[in-house]
């Protein structure tokens, strides 16, 4: 069942799941959508402005027009948290698509874009954590998929990595690239914190940095945490103290297991999350 749910099309607010794309539209056969995902949560909405930038750069990166203007978002945005009640959690995902190809066929046309705000009710998951392990599959790099934007088409490879961990028994999977180092989880950022100084993958050019992930850093370090962008194996993974994601979605969750070894929360997520919330209420605009 789906949520209570506002989309902005076409110039207006319609309430629940809009159906804007039919089986001639560009993306729903060629995949040439991207969207981003902002959150509002506890009357306040972190970083919401960097989520539409990047939604207009993925844009540009998969040739389609941004014709919405970053003031624009935010007033939409802010229009449709406010048909919430203010403590509720909720996702705000703006997206692009183009409704025809151009000349060369499976090229969708920019001058075809269309667009849309979607507002619905979305809970934060609980801060119960979750197992990982490792998947076999690999993230792509720049040079065969558009790893630089967050593209429709390339969720359907971490559904398979969240498939397959959890044919296993675990909740996630730890991917890696093509050279074998740690990316990312299927669908969200990881950290991991050893001896006291935390640590997570260099941005290589084949995941996204996440939104999120460049705020708990920036955070941790102001709050005197050492953190290191780094390459990461999987051996670094097992034998670390705590392990954690970061991620829009669920923003800051603790990892408590790694294949047969059961790890605890420990200080440095609680110091992320607690230091990640206190910027999120300082800077977050009200409802």
């Known amino acids: 069942m789906v949520s209570k749910t506002w989309v902005f099309w076409e110039g207006d607010w319609h309430e629940g799941d809009v159906p804007i794309m039919g089986p ?3 993306s729903t056969w060629l995949g040439s959508s991207v969207f981003d995902g902002g959150r509002s949560f506890e009357g306040v909405a972190p970083d919401l402005d960097l989520h539409f930038r990047r939604v207009n750069d993925s844009a540009e990166k998969m040739f389609l027009k941004p014709c919405v203007s970053l003031d624009r978002w935010m007033e939409l945005a802010w229009d449709g948290i406010r048909r919430f009640d203010r403590d509720t959690a909720l996702y705000i995902r703006p997206m692009y698509w183009a409704q025809d190809n151009g000349p060369l066929a499976i090229a969708p046309d920019p001058e ?11 809970p934060l998951p609980a801060v119960n954590g979750f197992s990982i392990t490792l998947s076999p599959l690999r993230r792509p790099t720049i040079d065969v998929a558009p790893v630089d934007v967050k593209a429709g088409c ?12 959890k044919r296993r028994g675990f909740d996630n999977a730890v991917v890696c690239d093509m050279l074998g ?10 950290f991991m914190a050893k001896d006291g100084v935390v640590f997570t993958p260099v941005g290589n ?11 708990v850093i920036d955070v941790l370090r102001r709050s005197g945490v050492e953190v290191v962008e780094t390459t990461l194996t999987y051996r670094d993974f097992e034998t670390a103290d705590e392990i954690f994601s970061t ?10 297991q790694i294949d047969d ?7 440095l997520f609680r110091k992320a999350r607690s230091a990640y919330w206190e910027y999120s209420h300082g800077q977050g605009s009200s409802k």
């Open 181 to 190: 180092n740690v990316a990312e989880l299927a669908n969200s950022n990881i």
């Open 247 to 256: 991620g829009n979605y669920a923003k800051i969750l603790p990892v408590w």
């Open 154 to 165: 390339l969720y359907p490879n971490g559904a398979r990595a969240v498939f397959e961990a």
């Open 112 to 122: 075809s874009t269309r667009w849309c705000l979607a507002v619905y009710d979305s």
């Open 24 to 26: 001639r539209t560009h």
């Open 205 to 215: 050019g084949t995941f996204l940095t996440g939104i999120t992930r460049n705020r």
């Open 261 to 267: 070894r059961q790890i605890q929360p420990g200080p």
